[in-house]
């Protein structure tokens, strides 16, 4: 008995052997399958193939239009239109053979290749597509609209209208020194701080009314400072209100926003040696972004990396270095770095391309 189950396991093992290398040996690439392929991410167990499809187009059109530029030639000679371009998913759901089957001049069908590339760079593996339960190469087509727009002056945060173009810009009354002064003096350290000699920076993006009237629009503690630090610096932003001019758009006050930063320094004597050490690493921050900017790349990521060495948890310097990472196409580094920071700041400002790059 023990002889005939062998023989009948080695038999069932030898058919799905078979099986898998017809499978892995079709090189056929169909048009349509059963299971079209389905870009990740939309891979619930409780949702329908039709529902994880939908998804999946989604997905895919956040990815394609959050990665692609338009490219300055087409800008420049008004290139507009619909690139299609087409490619196949393989078996183990990576991208091969791109084509452009319909191109717009100007560079439109190679920035539209680069962002289908991307995926692959970024190491994102498509479900692939089935028929009669089993794994099918798939080719897809992509249509990537290219339309100019004429950009308007203002953007919509929330239920406002904020000018980011104006003829005269926003000012503190008495100019960039008097808000400087105003800062130092209205800004107060809590006291809870010095416990643990807590510093670092507070970002408040303010939005001023025709009428002087001001509003926080977004708060970002890079450094987790907590409650306290928070309502300063709120009680001190709002404190600005009726000392500034407004913004001027031909030729009426309009809305318009300006980026404080308050600094938080401990008084305590004992938090000097950390008060001056944060100082360091901002120096450090400086001069990676310096070189960076430059193009010594690698220098200026070595001096960001120099800066999180002391301060580990300093969301700013976590998106220094990230971001420069993000621009080597380094993704894990990338990903590592500002997940860390968002965990830190609290904030959404990279949670598209982290859905791509952490995998």
């Known amino acids: 008995m023990r002889i005939l189950l062998t023989i009948t396991f080695l038999f069932f093992l030898a ?4 099986q898998a290398q017809q499978a892995a040996a079709d090189t056929t690439v169909y048009a349509v399958a059963a299971e079209m392929p389905r870009f990740p991410g939309c891979e619930h167990p409780d949702s329908t193939v039709d529902a994880r499809y939908r998804c999946s187009q989604q997905r895919l059109l956040e990815f394609v239009y959050s990665n692609v530029e338009y490219p300055l030639e087409a800008r420049q000679k008004g290139n507009e239109g619909t690139v299609v371009a087409s490619f ?11 084509l452009v089957v319909k191109n717009v001049e100007g560079g439109c069908g190679d920035e539209t290749v680069r962002v289908i590339n991307l995926m692959n760079e970024a190491g994102l593996r498509w479900v692939p597509a089935r028929q009669d339960g089993k794994p099918r190469r798939v080719r897809v087509s992509l249509p990537v609209r290219f339309k100019l ?9 929330g239920f406002d209208t904020v000018y980011t173009e104006f003829d005269t810009p926003l000012a503190f009354a008495g100019g960039e020194q008097a808000l400087a002064d105003y800062l130092g003096k209205a800004v107060k350290y809590p006291p809870s701080g010095n416990d643990s000699c807590l510093l670092g920076d507070i ?10 009237d001001v509003r926080i629009l977004h708060m970002t503690d890079f450094n987790d400072l907590g409650f306290d630090f928070w309502f300063e610096s709120a009680y001190a932003a709002a404190g600005t209100l009726g000392q500034w001019t407004p913004a001027q758009y031909e030729g009426r006050d309009v809305p318009s926003a300006y980026d404080l930063s308050i600094s938080f ?13 944060y100082a360091q690493a901002n120096r450090l921050a400086e001069e990676g972004e310096q070189l960076y900017n430059s193009g010594e790349h690698d220098a200026g990521i070595a001096k960001f990396g120099e800066a999180i060495a002391l301060f580990p948890d300093n969301a700013a310097f976590r998106f220094m270095r990230g971001q420069a990472y993000l621009n080597q196409n380094k993704f894990a580094e990338a990903c590592d770095d500002l997940f860390r920071g968002r965990q830190i700041a609290m904030v959404s400002w990279f949670d598209n391309i982290l859905r791509v790059i952490c995998r």
Do not use: N
Not at 88 to 98: A, F
Not at 203 to 211: F, G, H, R, T
Not at 268 to 276: G, I, L
């Open 15 to 18: 058919v799905e052997t078979a």
């Open 265 to 277: 320094a401990p008084t305590s004597a004992r938090c000097k040696q950390r008060v001056d050490l």
């Open 88 to 98: 196949i998913v393989e078996l183990d759901g990576s991208i091969s053979d791109i």
């Open 149 to 157: 727009e004429e950009a308007l002056p203002y953007i919509m945060v």
């Open 203 to 212: 970002a408040i993006q303010l939005l001023v009314y025709p009428d002087k």
